[in-house]
């Protein structure tokens, strides 16, 4: 088995890792909307998934993708790489700068004034249009590295 072929396992597993918590996210706050008795259990089980698992495999994709550029001789300047490189800085700042602390926010919030206050409805909703903005960047740069299309010249 070569090298690149073992670092192109280890970054779908990590690919499949990542996703497949954040994929998680809506069936837990779901469960949590339905019984607020539940809902900061579910919080605290979305950010420890976010912080434990997805956050560690997602950085650990740029590992192991930069090592396949490397391994497998790959030009920094193909397109469909150059674009998912770019969407994945833009990843990581909705989810370091953007999601992270808002979901700190929101079970503040939630343990403070409680799931009917206004705060917590803002932060939800907030929360809500993030993680949906997230996943079609997560969705596009999936779809650039399987297809690897020719985007341009």
């Given amino acids: 088995m070569s090298l690149f072929t073992l670092l192109k396992f280890l970054h779908v597993l990590l690919a499949i890792t990542a ?10 706050l779901s469960r949590g909307a339905r019984d607020p008795r539940h809902l900061p259990f579910a919080l605290r089980g979305v950010k420890m998934l976010d ?19 490397y391994a497998g001789r790959l030009a920094w300047t193909t397109p469909w790489l150059l674009v998912s490189l770019f969407l994945y800085g833009v990843l990581v700042v909705l989810g370091l700068a953007g999601y992270t602390p808002l979901l700190r926010r929101e079970i503040a919030v939630l343990e403070a004034e409680g799931p009917d206050s206004p705060a917590y409805q803002r932060l939800s909703g ?6 949906a903005l997230i996943a079609v960047v997560v969705l596009v740069i999936t779809f650039l590295m399987v297809t690897k299309p020719v985007l341009w010249g």
Wanted: glycine fraction near 14%; avoid cysteine.
């Fill in 19 to 28: 996703v497949g918590a954040n994929v998680t996210y809506g069936v837990w």
């Fill in 51 to 69: 912080d434990r698992l997805a956050n560690p495999a997602y950085a650990l994709l740029l590992v192991t993708g930069v090592a396949m550029i």
């Fill in 126 to 131: 907030r929360g809500t249009l993030l993680g």
